[in-house]
């Protein structure tokens, strides 16, 4: 059974920083490509990040651009976002995804397969 478990979240002031990890138990994970989304209330999921199969390839949404770093431990089959400077705009709950058919960064909703269950971040001073 794939399973994807983050954690992470919180409640921070605005400037503050969070690290989301997610650990991964999906099959072939050194060989997937894995994002980060996030929802607000009342919004649709928006793409983040997301980072190819050896975490040399990445892709950042326009609005955490130069705040936000994706990256992967294959040995420990996890995934982090590192979120720098965060604003209130960015409080939303995030969900780590997996594409195990696609070894590539993707923002393509539809190439993610498997989905983690979500955590809060929440930036408010």
């Known amino acids: 059974q794939v399973q994807l478990v983050e954690s992470g979240g919180g409640l921070v002031q605005p400037g503050g920083s969070l690290r989301l990890s997610c650990a991964a138990d999906?099959?072939?994970?050194?060989?997937?490509?894995m994002g980060w989304f996030r929802q607000a209330p009342g919004m649709e999921r928006e793409f983040v990040a997301t980072?190819?199969?050896?975490?040399?390839?990445?892709i950042y949404s326009d609005s955490v651009k130069g705040r936000f770093t994706i990256s992967r431990d294959n040995a420990k089959s996890t995934v982090y976002l590192q979120m720098n400077n965060l604003k209130p705009e960015d409080t939303a709950v995030y969900y780590c995804?997996?594409?195990?058919?696609?070894?590539?960064?993707?923002?393509?909703?539809?190439?993610?397969?498997?989905w983690g269950q979500g955590t809060q971040v929440t930036v408010s001073s």
């Open positions: 995804a997996a594409a195990p058919r696609f070894a590539i960064a993707t923002e393509d909703y539809g190439h993610y397969d498997h």
């Open positions: 999906v099959r072939d994970f050194s060989t997937a490509g």
């Open positions: 980072i190819n199969w050896s975490g040399s390839f990445t």
